[in-house]
Nanobody, 125 residues
Framework: QVQLVESGGGSVQAGGSLRLSCVVS????????VGWFRQAPGKEREGVAA????????SYADSVKGRFTISLDNAKNTVYLQMNSLKPEDTAMYYC??????????????????WGQGTQVTVSS
């Protein structure tokens, strides 16, 4: 059973930055696709960014391109989401998730098998 633990959320003003971390209990030799998702109250869960741990291929939602960067540290079994130029509309609970390398829609929640508990990000104007 793969476990994921997110951290790094908090409250910032618009224009500020946060870095989220997702520690994955194991980086199987088979590799994973690890994604960051967010969900605001009353809204559907949205795929923000994803990375394949083999090959480091990334995928971003248009709403965060140029502002968010996903990266991984294999030695620490950790995937990061660096969030810059934050906007109030980025306010949400952020979750990381892991799935197989066979995922073809890396920003689709139904593709993922394992989920963390989430970390809250609040951006004030």
């Amino acid at each position: 059973q793969v476990q994921l633990v997110e951290s790094g959320g908090g409250s910032v003003q618009a224009g500020g930055s946060l870095r989220l971390s997702c520690v994955v209990s194991e980086f199987s030799y088979r590799g994973y696709c690890v994604g960051w998702f967010r969900q605001a109250p009353g809204k559907e869960r949205e795929g923000v960014a994803a990375i394949y741990t083999v090959g480091n291929v990334t995928s971003y939602a248009d709403s965060v391109k140029g502002r968010f960067t996903i990266s991984l540290d294999n030695a620490k079994n950790t995937v990061y989401l660096q969030m810059n130029s934050l906007k109030p509309e980025d306010t949400a609970m952020y979750y990381c998730a892991a799935g197989s390398l066979a995922i073809v829609g890396p920003r689709q929640p139904y593709e993922y098998d394992y989920w963390g508990q989430g970390t809250q990000v609040t951006v004030s104007s």
